[in-house]
C-alpha cells in the first residue's frame, strides 16, 4: 500500500481502497484528502515535516486518561486566545491526546522537535509541538504559539498560510473542536494534536476559520508589544557586558537576555539549549547569528570554542 516520494497525488490516492480513505480522513474536506493521503503514505505531514507516525487505519493505543488538572489548564489555555477571535471553546479528545503523548515520547527519544503520531481513528490530527530546555508550563507552550499573531504577524487582510504562523492558526482555527495536549516524561517537549485539523488551504478556509481577534484583545496586544519593547531596551542595556553587541542577524551575549531568548526561539535541538546555559553559567559567552533560517551558535568558555551550525 505504500508509494515512494515521487508519486503523484493521483496515484497515492489509488494506492488506498475507499473504505480506507474514508475512514482515515473522516471529517477532512474530500478535496484536501489527496493532499494529505499523499503526505501521510510518504512520512511527511502536511507542513512537510517528518511524520514518523503517519499511517492510515491506526488503533487507539489504549492509553490511561489525562489528569483532570491537566486536562483543564490545557483547555483553558486554549480557550482563552480562541475567546478573542469569538470562535467555539475546545473540548478535550482522549483520542488526540493519546497521539499527543506518543508523539512527544518521540520528541524526547530523538532530542528535537519533531511532527508524526496524527493519525488516529476519527482521521487526520493537526498538530503543534513545542520544545524547552526545561520544563515549561503548559501555558508557555499555547503562549509561544499564539504569539505567532504578531511575531511574525498574520495578515488578517490576506488570509492565508504563510511561514511562521500555523501554530497560531491552529489554536484558533474556527473548524477545529477537539483537542488533547500531552508532555514527554522529561517534560521538554509539549505536543497537541487537534481534530478536525487546520491549516487546510483550499480557497476561503482560512479567511473563514481565522476570524480578526476581537478591536479590543487587538489595542491589548499593540500594547503589550509597545510594553515589551521599552522593556527589551532596558534589559538589553543592563545585561549585556562591554563586548555584546546585537544587530538584525546576531546576537553576543554572556547572559540570557531578552535579546538572546529571541534569537534562540523555535530552536528544536535540546542539547544545543543546554550548551548555552551550561556556558553562561560557567561564565562564557555565546554569539547567535542567524541568515534566515540557518543559524550558527559559537560558545566561548575560556580558551575553548566550540561552533555549531544547523538551521530551523
Not at 92 to 112: D, I, P, R, V
Not at 282 to 310: A, F, M, P, W, Y
Amino acid at each position: 500500500m505504500g508509494t515512494g516520494a515521487s508519486a503523484t497525488l493521483a496515484e497515492t490516492a489509488q494506492s488506498f481502497s475507499d473504505d480506507e480513505l474514508k475512514a482515515a480522513f473522516k471529517g477532512v474536506p474530500a478535496a484536501d484528502r489527496m493532499r494529505i493521503a499523499a503526505a501521510a503514505v510518504d512520512g511527511i505531514d502536511q507542513y512537510g515535516a517528518v511524520a514518523d507516525g503517519a499511517g492510515v487505519g491506526v488503533e487507539s493505543p489504549g492509553l490511561p486518561e489525562a489528569p483532570a488538572d491537566w486536562i483543564k489548564e490545557c483547555l483553558d489555555c486554549h480557550n482563552k486566545f480562541r475567546a478573542n477571535h469569538g470562535v467555539p471553546a475546545l473540548e478535550w479528545s482522549h483520542e488526540c491526546y493519546e497521539f499527543a503523548l506518543l508523539q512527544a515520547e518521540t520528541c524526547q527519544a530523538n532530542g528535537k522537535i519533531s511532527h508524526g503520531n496524527q493519525q488516529g481513528p476519527s482521521g487526520f490530527h493537526g498538530q503543534n509541538t513545542y520544545g524547552c530546555s526545561e520544563p515549561d508550563p503548559v501555558c508557555n507552550a499555547v503562549q509561544a504559539w499564539y504569539n505567532e499573531i504578531k511575531d511574525p504577524g498574520y495578515d488578517f487582510k490576506s488570509p492565508g498560510p504563510k511561514p511562521g504562523v500555523h501554530h497560531f492558526t491552529q489554536v484558533v482555527w474556527k473548524g477545529t473542536t477537539k483537542v488533547g495536549m500531552a508532555k514527554s516524561k522529561d517534560g521538554c517537549f509539549m505536543v497537541a494534536n487537534y481534530f478536525p485539523g487546520g491549516n487546510i488551504t483550499n480557497e476561503g478556509y482560512y479567511k473563514e476559520n481565522i476570524p480578526d481577534p476581537k478591536a479590543d484583545m487587538w489595542a491589548k496586544l499593540m500594547a503589550v508589544e509597545v510594553v515589551e519593547s521599552k522593556l527589551k531596551a532596558e534589559v538589553v542595556d543592563a545585561s549585556f557586558d562591554a563586548t555584546a553587541e546585537c544587530s538584525k542577524s546576531a546576537v553576543t551575549a554572556t547572559s540570557m537576555t531578552i535579546e538572546m531568548e529571541a534569537a534562540l526561539r523555535g530552536c528544536p535541538f535540546k542539547d544545543y539549549l543546554e550548551d548555552v546555559h551550561k556556558a553562561f553559567k560557567e561564565k562564557g559567552k555565546v554569539t547567535v547569528d542567524r541568515q534566515g533560517n540557518d543559524v550558527k551558535i559559537v560558545i566561548e568558555i575560556g580558551d575553548v570554542i566550540n561552533e555549531l551550525n544547523s538551521s530551523w
